[in-house]
């Protein structure tokens, strides 16, 4: 993890910042499948806990050879108008490291009662006292909207930013970039 590529979300009177940084979320992910790529792991500088949201610069990190073959796909068709981006850049030798994860969240009472009641026949009085609405866990953390490919179905990518710390750990990266061990370099 030696080099990195800043993607910037450019103002857009028609879109927030947000679908926009979605929209790219969502193609860089498919870029990532379609390469099979566990080796490019991403970050997000200008995250805000306070509102939350995770800015509008997307970091992508790893080596030379990893990321010159993302960018050498044309996986930005169509964003070119709302994004700029950087060749790659070395990173800096005073950069920490920081594990960027997914955080998943069971949010929806009702949607676990009806998953348990699928699983175990179960109805819904016995599903309800199993799993009161105080069970419900709420995440304040940034989070990216996305549509699954495979369900079709909308969800939160809930994204959380590790403690920056002084050493690396090198692990594989999932197809959002993302990973719950491996840290990238943080500056």
Same mark, same amino acid.
């Given at each position: 993890?030696?080099?990195?590529?800043?993607?910037?979300?450019?103002?857009?009177?028609?879109?927030?910042?947000?679908?926009?940084?979605?929209?790219?979320?969502?193609?860089?992910?498919?870029?990532?499948?379609?390469?099979?790529?566990?080796?490019?792991?991403?970050?997000?500088?200008?995250?805000?806990?306070?509102?939350?949201?995770?800015?509008?610069?997307?970091?992508?990190?790893?080596?030379?050879?990893?990321?010159?073959?993302?960018?050498?796909?044309?996986?930005?068709?169509?964003?070119?108008?709302?994004?700029?981006?950087?060749?790659?850049?070395?990173?800096? #030798?005073? @950069?920490?490291?920081?594990?960027?994860?997914? +955080? !998943?969240?069971? &949010?929806?009472?009702?949607?676990?009662?009806? %998953? =348990?009641?699928?699983?175990?026949?179960?109805?819904?009085?016995?599903?309800?006292?199993?799993?009161?609405? #105080?069970? @419900?866990?709420?995440?304040?953390?940034?989070? +990216? !909207?996305?549509? &699954?490919?495979?369900?079709?179905?909308?969800? %939160? =990518?809930?994204?959380?930013?590790?403690?920056?710390?002084?050493?690396?750990?090198?692990?594989?990266?999932?197809?959002?970039?993302?990973?719950?061990?491996?840290?990238?370099?943080?500056?």
């Amino acid at each position: 993890m030696d080099h990195h590529v800043d993607i910037d979300v450019q103002p857009d009177p028609e879109f927030p910042a947000h679908q926009i940084m979605a929209a790219l979320y969502v193609k860089l992910h498919r870029a990532l499948v379609a390469q099979n790529s566990t080796r490019i792991g991403v970050s997000f500088p200008g995250f805000d806990l306070q509102a939350p949201h995770l800015g509008t610069r997307l970091r992508l990190h790893g080596d030379i050879a990893a990321l010159s073959a993302l960018l050498a796909g044309d996986w930005l068709a169509g964003m070119r108008d709302h994004v700029t981006l950087t060749q790659p850049i070395r990173v800096p #030798e005073t @950069a920490k490291h920081c594990a960027v994860r997914r +955080v !998943q969240v069971k &949010s929806s009472p009702e949607r676990l009662r009806r %998953r =348990l009641m699928r699983r175990h026949n179960l109805d819904a009085q016995e599903a309800q006292q199993r799993i009161p609405d #105080e069970a @419900a866990r709420l995440a304040n953390l940034p989070f +990216v !909207q996305l549509r &699954s490919t495979s369900t079709g179905q909308t969800f %939160r =990518l809930f994204i959380e930013h590790g403690p920056a710390q002084s050493n690396a750990i090198a692990a594989d990266f999932n197809a959002y970039g993302l990973s719950q061990m491996a840290t990238i370099p943080w500056f």
